[in-house]
């Protein structure tokens, strides 16, 4: 089968691999049909995941992925799921009784495995991973249910309440879906801070009321213009750029929350935060990287009440021969989500 790896210094390749089997009892064969290429993806195409690098073999990367369900184990019948079943899968699988487990905080798991190959015509992965898809989402929407998963997560971390003003700095996949996600928690006065225009556009279209380009504006002094010189409830970073990172606090208003979000920043980058400024506003900061497992099966129920067709109608889809295009296209902005479709003439 076809599988794209990655062989360190940033060099991806798509090999040929032998189709994984069904090992444990409890396991789904899934023949892939769509792959986004994830921010954490185009890491690995900086060269700044090479710690993860396995071996000569290459290392199988991808997590965004809907298929079609060709194998079931004999013990995997929880679900009630058969030969044919459209799916999603979540890639974390959690051993439930280590500390993190037996506290709500699966995301923490010290035993964590699971599979994060889905760039591949086929994966094999545990039936508790597997979720059905409704008949009314498509495969190909259905592949943005994990970065729903993320950002829902990070919305619970921050719990955004109506009529709070939200900024989200950051237009790629999860800036769109934060951005939706925020209105609905009843945030106003959005704000999506995006140096490309197309992804300004975008997130108009997505519901925010205002857009800066960190670029040609001012961005603290175009904040305190929106906000009658407050600064914002909520700040969201999500755009992974230790740049954007740098005076972002002055954005937050007293008693605001700054949430970096689901970013692989710089492992050498130390964000410098003026700590007096921090204790006399208040300002609450908070982490949120991963998704939860409590997140992802709300994430499967809001796909089809976001409005994610902007996003798909781009010129997003692209042939597994043609990955690097795909990671080129979302690196440089042409698309929000890159997707590789290994199934042709699926829905």
Known sequence: MRSIRYFGNGTLKMVEAPEPEIKRADEVKIRVAYCGVCGSDLHFKRAELDFLFEGDGGTP?????????????????????????????????????????RNGQEQFCENMTGTSAAFSDYIVVREQSVHKLADTCSLKKGALIEPISVCLHGIDLIGIKPGQSVAISGGGTMGMIMTQLALHSGGTNITVIEPIAMKREMAKKLGAVHTIDPVNQDRKEEAMKITDGRGFDVVIEASGSWRACDGIEELVGKGGTLEFFAALYRHDYDYKLNLLNAFFKEIRIVGGVFQSPYAFPRSIALVNTLDLDPILEMDCVFTPEAFEDAFEAQMNGRTIKSLVQFTPDVE
Not at 76 to 94: I, S
């Open 61 to 101: 990367i991808g997590h965004e992925a809907t298929g079609v369900i060709t194998e079931l184990g004999p013990a995997a019948t929880c679900k009630g799921l058969k030969v044919g079943d459209r799916v999603v899968y979540y890639y974390n699988e959690h051993c439930g009784s280590c500390y993190y487990c």
